[in-house]
């Protein structure tokens, strides 16, 4: 059991990112040796220059590993969510249980313990360069804008951040940052994904309709994460390597693992591996 746990909490995957052109935080001052340059420069994505950014190969079997835990949770097909939508054309298992997820649950624990229900806006001279307060300007300007307006600025602020290892960052192989975190010393695919689910929880979204989603990205043979947000006919994914929201169905070379929120989390499978 301890060796599921511990495949569980999510530590075998690597992500990749692209900077954003034209819509960048305050520069930060000091040692920024952790931080790799965005791989792609411009608003396209050039998959040519990936040989630049270390990846972690996907491991096959992680996904073993959580289809027999969902069995151990006693979770069944009939468990699946039913909003109708697929995500990347995947069947899903659905389990109410996040304890063996501490770093998901840990980074909500964090975040609680120092935003509360609304972070405090830092002040400038007392905070080098003040990025959280610049991020708190943003999020007060898209309050009163349409869900379409906040969900596309939210994706281009966040996305001008830069990429660090967390081996670099935080002395570890994998860390899920809050947003304080990560707008002080950027992250990676994870921490850009959660950034955004929690800004855009603090604009009102309900959090049941957003999901962080570990994914195998299998045109770069990599392990990536994303935000996923559920519309009334939609899923919307909001990504670190695409300069816009894209629609899901609009992107076939993702393949989700699990998905998860602070209600639940998913397993995500083919329908062909379910029916076996």
């Not at 151990?72 to 995500?87: E, F, I, P, Y």
């Not at 921490?191 to 770069?220: C, E, P, S």
């Amino acid at each position: 059991m301890k060796k599921i746990l511990y495949f569980l909490s999510p530590q075998y995957f690597d992500c990749l990112h692209t900077g954003i052109t034209g819509f960048h935080r305050p520069a930060r001052t000091g040692n920024n040796s952790n931080r790799q340059s965005a791989p792609f420069p411009g608003q396209g994505i050039q998959p040519s220059a990936l040989g630049r950014v270390r990846a972690r190969p996907f491991s096959g079997p992680l996904v073993a590993v959580l289809s027999a835990f969902m069995l151990l949770a006693g979770a069944t097909a009939t468990a699946m969510a039913k909003t109708g939508l697929a995500l990347f054309g995947s069947q899903e298992i659905r389990s109410q249980s996040l304890r063996t997820f501490p770093k998901w649950t840990g980074m909500l624990a964090r975040n609680t313990i120092k935003t509360g229900a609304k972070p405090a806006v830092c002040k400038q001279g007392i905070v080098k360069n003040c990025v959280p307060g610049r991020w708190l300007e943003i999020v007060e300007q898209l309050r009163n804008h349409d869900r379409s307006t906040q969900i596309n600025m939210v994706n281009k602020f966040i996305n001008g951040g830069d990429y660090a290892l967390d081996s670099k960052n935080w002395g570890i192989d994998d860390y899920w940052a809050t947003p304080s975190q990560f707008l002080a010393r950027d992250g990676d695919c994870e921490d850009f994904a959660i950034a955004k689910y929690l800004t855009l929880k603090w604009l009102g979204m309900n959090a049941a309709n957003m999901r962080i989603v570990v994914l195998q990205d299998r045109k770069r043979r990599t392990n990536h994460a994303v935000l996923a947000v559920y519309e009334e006919n939609n899923i919307v994914i909001l990504d670190n390597l695409i300069n816009r929201p894209m629609p899901a169905s609009a992107i076939h070379h993702y393949k989700p693992i699990f998905s998860i929120n602070e209600e639940a989390w998913w397993l995500h499978m083919s329908k062909r591996s379910l029916d076996n």
